[in-house]
């Protein structure tokens, strides 16, 4: 069995550079996950390091295949200094955990909730799981494990989530788009929605 989380940090310092900070949790009954933080120019990055050391399991198999199945670690883009967002270390750490402790495939276009703000005074508690392969590129593993993807999470207001549950995560993206949505900004105010 390959231990795949030394190649995981070693794509996220290629992709991202040195980690300035790095943070563990662990929850009982599930193996540590680390969150490492980067930080270029203006924008901070956290990468979840751990989720993709077992592979993601369909919730309906009878076993867990420990070989096959998705792999993924989880990224969050934020502008720096605007809010105290390295409190978000744990709620990331959470979501990571959430396909070991609930049995979920964390997959693009997905959403994700904490029940509680991403930081002190987030206006946001779940995310959008967004398409891989732009920030970081998927990581190709030996036969047959399946390729790590790192998934970037794009915060949601509470609005906006309950708008995606109805309308879709492609056209929740699109009005960001149409809006001009700084997504990374920590504070945003929720994108029209009439």
Do not use: C
Request: hydrophobic fraction near 45%; charged fraction near 25%.
């Amino acid at each position: 069995m390959v231990d795949v989380l030394p190649l995981v940090e070693a794509r996220l310092r290629t992709a991202l550079g040195e980690p300035d900070a790095r943070a563990a949790v662990t929850f009982l009954g599930t193996d540590r996950i680390e969150v490492l933080r980067f930080h270029e120019d203006d924008i901070v990055r956290y990468a979840t390091l751990g989720m993709s050391a077992q592979p993601m399991s369909d919730p309906t198999a009878v076993l867990a295949d420990p070989v096959k199945g998705p792999r993924a670690e989880l990224v969050l883009s934020v502008r720096a200094g605007l809010a105290d967002t390295d409190k978000a270390l744990r709620p990331l750490a959470v979501l990571a955990a959430s396909p070991q402790v609930e049995g979920v495939i964390v997959a693009p276009g997905a959403s994700l909730d904490v029940g509680e703000p991403l930081w002190p005074g987030a206006p946001f508690s779940s995310v959008l799981v967004a398409e891989p392969g732009g920030l970081v590129e998927d990581l190709a593993l030996d036969e047959p494990l399946d390729p790590v993807r790192f998934l970037p999470l794009l915060p949601m207001t509470a609005n906006e989530a309950a708008w995606k549950r109805v309308h879709g995560a492609q056209a929740l993206q699109e009005r960001w788009l149409t809006h001009g949505t700084d997504l990374r900004d920590p504070s945003r105010r929720s994108v029209p929605l009439d």
